[in-house]
């Protein structure tokens, strides 16, 4: 990989989505080794067209984040390769139609690394990125923040990722301490990117990491989160011998700091993946009733009226204890995605679209969790 740099944009250069769409990235490898061979896809809900926009299906460069820009114009990507230290990651920008690419950064590896996940958080005004930076010879590590529309970067020294901006100024990054999700801890810190780089982030919210990761409400006024209960399942065949069930509670807090209070609980459901939808909630659970009649996507509208959209998983396993084990959601405002992990050697993990006024999903994609891990990118 080569690192030829043009961190300057013409954002207007690619018109807004026209379709409502998917995108997705299905890549080789993970489960606890490098993911490589990486594709990004765009699924239009209109036609049921999938299209590719990014093709590294043939080499080792895996894809190790994606997110879709709130003005549906553009993907910022960032890549690595799986092979060859150190390795080089870029972050490149490309047009939700496929055109238009470019790289915007790129830094070496050789005293740090950049892990799969979310790593990217556009600003609401869509003119700048945050984004992890590896620390290595010659560049300082942290968060990057780039204008777009300048090409002026500057690098925060935090030992955090990117999570989501309250306004165009300030900055939320969250770090995970641990091993695995079964030992790992989520907090989340405040960045105001208008101060100095070695500034001290303010503590906002901090919870263990095992059940659904932070999410920022549609105004960004609040952080919802959620908790589970792990144990070993009695009678499942899970490979990493862990599972989820309830009891379980969807939890609320001011995006600028102070105790959470609880929006919904229940005994027998763990809560695993948040989606908010305007004033609604969407989310995925996990319960020990084992015809799934309680387990899987419900809708909670503002008064608190729940809707059951689609049956879970019975088999509530973990597979490697890994963020590829947790299921994720993304909405576009009348549709959701969602994605669906492998619970076995043999079963499917799964994309699903459908609607959240209700109905049965379609299947988008699938893969084998021996053949590679998908990852949900955005909707628009």
């Excluded at 969250?174 to 105001?192: A, W």
């Excluded at 549609?218 to 069930?245: E, M």
């Excluded at 989606?275 to 909670?300: C, E, H, K, M």
């Excluded at 609607?355 to 379609?362: A, F, Q, R, V």
């Amino acid at each position: 990989m080569t690192c030829q740099v043009s961190p300057t944009v013409d954002l207007n250069a690619v018109a807004p989505l026209s379709q409502s769409a998917v995108f997705y990235i299905n890549s080789k490898g993970g489960y606890q080794v490098s993911e490589y061979g990486s594709m990004l896809k765009r699924y239009n809900l209109a036609t049921g067209q999938t299209t590719t926009l990014l093709d590294y299906s043939v080499s080792r460069t895996g894809i190790l984040s994606a997110q879709l820009s709130p003005d549906k114009r553009w993907l910022a990507v960032q890549v690595t390769q799986a092979t060859s230290l150190p390795a080089l990651v870029k972050l490149l920008l490309i047009g939700v139609d496929g055109t238009h690419l470019q790289t915007l950064d790129c830094r070496d590896t050789s005293n740090g690394f950049v892990m799969p996940g979310n790593t990217i958080a556009w600003s609401p005004n869509s003119q700048e990125l945050a984004y992890d930076t590896p620390f290595s010879a010659g560049q300082k590590g942290g968060v990057g923040v780039l204008n777009l529309a300048t090409g002026s970067e500057t690098v925060f020294q935090v030992d955090a990722s990117p999570f989501a901006w309250l306004d165009n100024q300030h900055l939320l990054v969250r770090n995970d301490s641990g091993y695995s999700l079964v030992m790992s801890s989520e907090k989340i810190f405040l960045l105001d990117t208008s101060q100095d780089p070695t500034q001290q982030p303010q503590l906002i919210a901090s919870a263990p990491a095992l059940c659904a990761p932070y999410v920022l409400s549609s105004d960004g006024q609040k952080l919802y989160s959620a908790t589970c209960t792990l144990k070993v399942p009695n009678g499942y065949n899970c490979r990493s011998s862990l599972g989820i069930q309830g009891a379980g509670s969807l939890n609320v807090q001011s995006a600028s700091g102070g105790s959470p209070g609880s929006l919904y609980s229940a005994n027998n459901l763990g809560i695993l993946a948040i989606q908010p939808v305007g004033t609604s909630i969407l989310f995925y659970s996990y319960g020990a009733i084992n015809d799934g009649s309680q387990s899987g996507l419900w809708a909670r509208d503002s008064a608190g009226h729940l809707t059951h959209l689609i049956n879970g998983n019975v088999q509530n396993c973990l597979i490697f204890e890994g963020s590829e084990d947790l299921p994720a959601l993304t909405s576009n405002g009348t549709s959701y995605a969602l994605y669906t992990s492998s619970t076995s050697a043999t079963s499917l993990a799964a994309i699903q679209v459908g609607s959240i006024s209700g109905g049965s999903p379609s299947t988008i994609a699938t893969l084998s969790p021996v053949s590679g891990v998908l990852h949900l990118v955005g909707m628009g």
